[in-house]
């Protein structure tokens, strides 16, 4: 047999009839969710109420898995340790403030499509300026820490202090309102259960972040490198791809995310703070650690494992609340050491 | 002797304190399979990763079709031509087989004739073709790793100790595969410890020891000089038969 000439360009695909052998589903980590809340509704007793717990839980595990995806991919391609990451949100955040507030009067416009228009906007200049902040943060602050874990801890939080008095010094120190657009505002009842709007639109948005990013890891080229540049970064190197590239691009992505997921998170608190980012990034910490380091699909399960319980024993056990996530990490960790999903890496 | 296709002089390689590499000469010519043997330790897997880039020479040079390529990146020698197999194999696991191939083909989609070809000698890949790599066995996972290396044409392809823990039956698979590609007239430098296997197959041999080539020729003379075995690698091949 002799080398093929190499002719048109095709993606083949074999066919074969042998019977394979089939590889087991790991289903446990996504029963977690439905057996917890349907665990929780005798618990908590009224149906409505549980319904209002279990979807302000889902949306608030969304905005969360918007904030800490980013994170969670740039800590597995880069093994980047990114203690910076709430910078991003609480930038995003006032960056929105850029549009919504000079534009108050489409925000407060009893027009959806206004509405739409100027979060949309916001949103957009939210994630080009943290994106353009994650490029240079990559840059001055990073780079120069590559594998070195513990200069990496001490100098991206510098960078989360330094962000959050840039922001004061912008911003001025004082709490900025950030109020929902007027057709965001307000509930849908479903029977007895009220929903707010703002949760069924951070469901959503989550949800289509999560489908996208999915959609990219598996269905693209770029995606594949991703995934590939987690397990062995060299090895894609060897096949000849520039993956400095790869981790400028992730980098710049993950902190447009947290961008968006700052937006997000402004417009559901209606109040910002220099330090929201650094607020919620110890939640973030916990869910990338118990969805698996790396993991995009064990980080949505991990955020809305977070958030639900959170919810839950905030409702049952309100003293409880606080040490919810913690207890909730741990018991994850007893279970599965490595996380939800374990990312294999070499 | 034919003409050179890779050519290492005076090549010295430091990995933090440790001196591995301490001024290595190596000539592999142009359409033949190179062996490099030596005993644990002896620097043969941090010479080809030195070649490859992903360690950098401290000194000497590594001349690739006449261009010295010792400082050059990673990707950039992979896109001269040169392909990898490592040890480890370094296949990703969480991506199917038809992925691992898909990102080694560079120009985009791969060529069906040539898959055809691949398959012809590692049936197991069409059959696992949208399989995990993860899920597959050792030897398959090395079938994995070196169809990645030659699902495009390469000038040149380094493989290190492609047949280690593998069983007996998995490395005839193995002898015929680079017999395909010796026909092809791939330049290969292969790394083995395995004596009969690359006796078969090696055109030309360097031995290597504390981070040197102390010996050079071709494979047909050191597969017949006894003495030559004994001095260089402690042992006969016949021993190994």
Known sequence: MSEPNVSAAVSPAPTFSEALPKIPMDWAPLLLVPVLALLMLPLVGSFPTWVTLTIAGLAMGMMIFIMASGLTLVFGLMDVLNFGHGAFVSVGAFAATLVLLPLRGWVEADSVLLNLGVVGLAIVVAMLVTGVLGWAFERLIVMPVYGQHLKQILITMGGMIVAEQMITVIWGPEQIPLPLPETFRGALIFGDAAIEKYRLIAVAVGLAVFVTMFLVLNRTKIGLLIRAGVENGEMVEALGYRIRRLFVGVFVAGSALAGLGGVMWGLYKETLTAAMGSEIMVMVFIVIIIGGLGSVGGCFLGAVLVALVANYTGFLIPKLALASNILLMVAILLWRPQGLYAVVKR | ?241
């Open chain 2, 1 to 241: 002797m034919s003409e050179l296709l890779l050519e290492l002089s005076g090549v010295h390689t430091h990995i933090g304190q440790y001196h591995i590499l301490q001024g290595v000469d190596l000539a592999v010519p142009k359409g033949g399979l190179t062996v490099l043997l030596g005993r644990n330790g002896a620097g043969k897997t941090t010479t080809l990763r030195t070649i490859m880039g992903l360690w950098q020479a401290s000194a000497g040079s590594v001349r690739f079709e006449g261009r010295d390529i010792a400082a050059v990146k990673t990707p950039d020698i992979a896109q001269a031509g040169i392909a990898y197999v490592p040890e480890s194999m370094a296949i990703f696991s969480d991506l199917t087989v038809r992925e691992n191939l898909y990102l080694a083909a560079r120009q985009g989609e791969m060529d069906e004739k040539r898959l055809d070809w691949i398959f012809g000698f590692f049936p197991a890949l069409k059959k696992f073709w949208n399989y995990p790599a993860g899920n597959l066995s050792g030897g398959q996972k090395q079938m994995v790793a070196i169809a990645r290396a030659i699902v495009e044409p390469r000038k040149l392809i380094l493989i290190d100790e492609p047949t280690k823990g593998l069983a007996p039956a998995i490395i005839q698979g193995m002898i015929a595969a680079f017999k395909e590609l010796k026909a092809t007239d791939t330049t290969i430098l292969l790394v083995e410890q395995n004596f009969n296997f690359v006796r078969s197959l090696g055109d030309t041999v360097a031995v290597m020891d504390d981070g040197r080539v102390v010996h050079a020729g071709t494979m047909a003379e050191l597969s017949e000089d006894r003495d030559l075995q004994q001095k260089l690698l402690g042992l006969s091949m016949d021993a190994h038969q």
